[in-house]
């Protein structure tokens, strides 16, 4: 992405990824990623592609945005104050009120987008990545032998092995399952 999130942004900088976000999640309601064009988009946000081009790459580099957007921020140093026997609890269910809070406009998308495609495959990394960076902050070093960046991505696994057979594959986990699950994934890490 062009422009840095971090810093801040202004007030059209802001109107402007938010129409072009909006598009993006308006049109995956409706059709494939496959078949969303840089024009369709700039159509539907009323910017021009030179606009478009300056804040992102292509439209996979928007839908990247779109993720993050859709996360908002997350706060990781949330964690590193959660005592460590429950951040795995806290970041699962971080990642889940990220999910259920845009239920049904995930429905939508996966209705048009594949499981296997394009577009589940950039929110399935889009999860795995945030999870990763999630636990990496989090895993407690001293209970484990092996490589805590080790341990992490494999947790981040988990995590994301978990909220994708409730949420993506449509199996309905609730919080206290979803919990149970990871724990029962996680208990052979020791």
Request: proline residues 3%.
């Amino acid at each position: 992405m062009k422009k840095d999130l971090d810093a801040k942004l202004s007030r059209g900088a802001v109107r402007t990824l938010e129409a072009f976000s909006g598009a993006m999640m308006e049109l995956l309601q409706t059709k494939p990623l496959a078949s969303i064009s840089i024009n369709e988009l700039c159509e539907r946000s009323s910017y021009p592609r030179a606009t478009f081009y300056n804040y992102f790459d292509d439209r996979d580099d928007l839908l990247n945005y779109c993720w993050i957007a859709l996360s908002g921020r997350m706060r990781i140093d949330d964690l590193e104050s959660t005592e460590p026997a429950r951040r795995v609890d806290v970041a699962l269910d971080m990642m889940a009120d990220v999910l259920e809070g845009n239920a049904a406009m995930l429905e939508g998308v996966l209705d048009h987008n594949p499981v296997g495609g394009p577009m589940f495959a950039s929110l399935r990394a889009y999860i795995t990545r945030r999870s990763r960076e999630l636990m990496r902050s989090c895993v407690d070093a001293e209970r484990h032998s092996l490589p805590v960046e080790l341990v992490a991505d494999h947790y981040a696994n988990v995590l994301m092995l978990v909220l994708e057979w409730s949420y993506l594959r449509g199996h309905g986990l609730t919080r206290s399952e979803l919990h149970g699950y990871a724990h029962a994934l996680l208990d052979g890490v020791e």
